[in-house]
């Protein structure tokens, strides 16, 4: 038998696994860039939110302390007429319970939250007042009343 001189290069296996190594960093450099995008969008809707959130406050805050100074100079029967005055010439939603003597309203923060604040009026001798009761920001749920279905092939 003739034995045969092999002096050609063996380049198969090593050509397999670079072309491996480099779709493995394809890959990976493709779900870093993914999450990176991801991540991009999070923290741009998170500034926002943030940012509305603060602008709002500043505004509920702003208009209590106006609410504060009008209502040392309004006696306690009319200082709900005068808080509505005030707020309803800046189109802010709000309501008064005579019963509970809370004055309630509004700061949208964005078309789903709104900033609410409660504040319960007061009469002590000569002078009157208010006392913020609750500060809290409200989401809104919008129930869809008319139920969604997939179509199914029959």
Do not use: W
Request: hydrophobic content about 40%; charged content about 20%; overall charge negative.
């Amino acid at each position: 038998m003739e034995e045969k001189n092999s002096t050609g290069l063996f380049i198969g296996g090593p050509t397999i696994l670079m072309v491996l190594i480099v779709l493995c960093f394809s890959v990976f450099s493709a779900i870093t860039l993914a999450s990176a995008r991801n991540s991009k969008i999070l923290a741009e809707r998170t500034a926002q939110t943030v940012t509305d959130y603060y602008g709002s406050s500043y505004t509920a805050l702003k208009l209590i302390s106006e609410l504060r100074l009008e209502a040392e100079n309004c006696g306690y029967e009319n200082c709900h007429n005068k808080f509505s005055e005030i707020l309803d010439s800046r189109g802010i939603e709000n309501s008064y319970d005579p019963k509970s003597g809370l004055f309630k309203f509004a700061v949208p923060v964005d078309e789903n939250k709104s900033l609410e604040a409660d504040l319960k009026l007061y009469k002590a001798g000569n002078a009157s007042g208010f006392v913020l009761s609750r500060f809290q920001v409200n989401i809104d749920t919008i129930e869809n009343t008319e139920p969604e279905y997939l179509p199914v092939l029959q």
